[in-house]
């Protein structure tokens, strides 16, 4: 059972442009989320996090929004760079513990 | 800083032989160590949590029998998946964590590929 969910697999951004990755979640239990990167042939990489008690964190070109209602969250990457081209992941847990990951999100960004 | 090694990077084993994938962690003591397995066009899967000097904890459906996590010092944790088969086959990967980082200090290790032929 997927409590975690990317449903767009792919996303083609031109540089300079704005990303955004959408996530969704199923258990209301969650309340620590995170975004990772992920290069081929790589391990992921951390990117940025949010708890429940905020709606929005921000990290230079990164900003994750919840909305904890709608059991969604989303990641912009402003502006999108070409080096920024990775699968994105996000991972949800109700502990900060043990993470549930999404399926990931390739990300393009054209040059 | 922070880093994880993980390896083997990829291995060929053969059914029914037994495969160790380590996990070091290089500048850091890593008090709970998590092992994911990812199987194509599927997210990655928590398999089992572990502490250092404690047994593990297994995810529902995971063989602790089968897949055998050690987490004896605060820089290395290993899985060993004994009596491997074709349905093993899979990317696994580490994931790190120290006491100090709170609830958002993860760092994982670069993955191994097992394929059991």
């Known amino acids: 059972d997927q409590q975690v969910k990317q449903n767009s697999p792919s996303l083609s951004v031109q540089e300079g442009r704005i990303s955004i990755l959408n996530c969704d979640y199923t258990?209301?239990?969650?309340?620590?989320f995170l975004w990772y990167k992920k290069y081929p042939a790589e391990g992921p990489t951390f990117l940025i996090s949010?708890?429940?008690?905020?709606d929005k964190n921000e990290d230079g070109r990164f900003t994750v929004f919840l909305n904890k209602s709608a059991k969604h969250l989303s990641l912009h990457i402003v502006p999108s760079q070409p080096g920024d081209s990775a699968v994105y992941f996000c991972a949800a847990s109700p502990t900060g513990n043990q993470f549930y990951f999404g399926t990931g999100t390739s990300l393009t960004v054209i040059p | 800083g922070a880093v994880v090694s993980q390896h083997p990077s990829w291995v060929i084993c053969k059914s029914g032989t037994s495969v160790k994938i380590e996990c070091r962690s290089l500048?850091?003591?890593?008090?709970?160590m998590f092992w994911y397995r990812q199987f194509p066009k599927q997210s990655l899967m928590l398999m089992a949590t572990?502490?250092?000097?404690?047994?593990?904890?297994?995810e529902q459906g995971v063989e602790k029998d089968k897949f055998l996590i050690n987490h004896a010092s605060l820089t290395l944790s290993t899985l060993t998946v004994t009596s491997a088969h074709p349905e093993d086959s899979s990317f696994y990967i580490c994931s790190a964590r120290a006491a100090l980082w709170g609830n958002y200090g993860y760092t994982f290790g670069s993955g191994t590929r097992l394929t059991v032929v």
């Open positions: 258990n209301s239990m969650f309340d620590y």
């Open positions: 572990s502490n250092e000097g404690s047994k593990a904890t297994y």
């Open positions: 949010i708890s429940s008690i905020k």
């Open positions: 500048d850091f003591q890593a008090t709970t």
